[in-house]
T-cell receptor
């Protein structure tokens, strides 16, 4: 079974631009969540989607948004990029079933804002 | 609010030795999950072990085991027979049951296994 796949792996954007990151969960997993990892703040929860609905959201500004498609693939978007948005963005999926709420992570998307 | 504390920013251990990483957490909930994740230089987060709070028995996975003390809100990870490939950042994480994958992570412990 393929793991969680994130694209692109690396990208560089300029302040004020927007960015879209994509995540394909493990086959059969319907829950997708996103995390931001920075040296200063560590790992922080962004939001979680299940069956195309956002069920939970972390403490991030409205510039951070996401969505999930009917095939469970998810995208997250950051608008009006700031230097502080430079981070590793991790996507994770779970099935809430056989593995009972265990969350599996992708390799992440490295975003650098210049 | 739930918080997770890893008090050891860095640790080192000799190959084949045993090392224990500490983690404490704070919650008023009774049903939750605890995890240890490993993040090697590739930055891929890899699940090491998980513990359901309602289970009294400590989880084990090959060379990895935990000491779960619910009353003390402590969840330490023991790595036996350490291998060079165990070198990584280790994160302790907490998640409320039914909290829709909102996991709270500790700051991490950087473990170096020395040959």
């Amino acid at each position: 079974k393929a793991g969680v796949t994130q694209t692109p792996r690396y990208l560089i954007k300029t302040r004020g631009q927007q960015v879209t990151l994509s995540c394909s969960p493990i086959s059969g997993h319907r829950s997708v969540s996103w995390y931001q990892q920075t040296p200063g703040q560590g790992l922080q929860f962004l939001f979680e989607y299940f069956s195309e609905t956002q069920r939970n959201k972390g403490n991030f500004p409205g510039r951070f948004s996401g969505r999930q498609f009917s095939n469970s693939r998810s995208e997250m978007n950051v608008s009006t990029l700031e230097l502080g948005d430079s981070a590793l963005y991790l996507c994770a999926s779970s099935d809430f079933g056989a593995t009972g709420n265990t969350i599996y992570f992708g390799e992440g998307s490295w975003l650098t804002v210049v | 609010a739930q918080t997770v504390t890893q008090s050891q920013p860095e640790m080192s251990v000799q190959e084949a030795e045993t090392v224990t990483l500490s983690c404490t957490y704070d919650t008023s909930e009774n049903n939750y999950y605890l995890f240890w994740y490993k993040q090697p230089p590739s930055r891929q987060m890899i699940l090491v072990i998980r513990q359901e709070a309602y289970k009294q028995q400590n989880a084990t996975e090959n060379r990895f085991s935990v000491n779960f003390q619910k009353a003390a809100k402590s969840f330490s990870l023991k790595i036996s027979d350490s291998q060079l490939g165990d070198t990584a950042m280790y994160f302790c994480a907490f998640m409320n049951l039914g909290n829709n994958n909102d996991m709270r992570f500790g700051a991490g412990t950087r473990l170096t296994v020395k040959p």
